[in-house]
Nanobody, 124 residues
Framework: QVQLVESGGGLVQAGHSLRLSCAAS????????MGWFRQAPGKEREFVAT????????AYADSVKGRFTISRDNAKNTVYLQMNSLQPEDTAVYYC?????????????????WGQGTQVTVSS
């Protein structure tokens, strides 16, 4: 069982930045693909970004492309989401997720483990 703990959320003004972190337990983090998803009130959970086990493949949702950057540090069992030029529509609970197969999927159902989420609120 892998435990994922997100941190770094908060309240920011539009145009500002935040960096989310997701720390994973266990010794097999380096084999997992990692993803970031978000869920706004009344909406379904949606894909934000994903990175495969080695960092050699990365994908983003169109809505965040060019503003958000996903990265990972396998030595620290941590995946990051750098979010720049934040907009009110980015307001949501952000979740990190792990896929044991190491493949960077973009769909919720492909991930095996989930964190508890961290709130990001962007004011206009």
């Amino acid at each position: 069982q892998v435990q994922l703990v997100e941190s770094g959320g908060g309240l920011v003004q539009a145009g500002h930045s935040l960096r989310l972190s997701c720390a994973a337990s266990g010794r097999t983090f380096h084999t997992y693909a990692m993803g970031w998803f978000r869920q706004a009130p009344g909406k379904e959970r949606e894909f934000v970004a994903t990175i495969n086990w080695s960092g050699g493949y990365i994908a983003y949702a169109d809505s965040v492309k060019g503003r958000f950057t996903i990265s990972r540090d396998n030595a620290k069992n941590t995946v990051y989401l750098q979010m720049n030029s934040l907009q009110p529509e980015d307001t949501a609970v952000y979740y990190c997720a792990a896929d044991r197969g190491g493949v960077a999927f973009t769909t919720v159902g492909e991930y095996d483990y989930w964190g508890q989420g961290t709130q990001v609120t962007v004011s206009s």
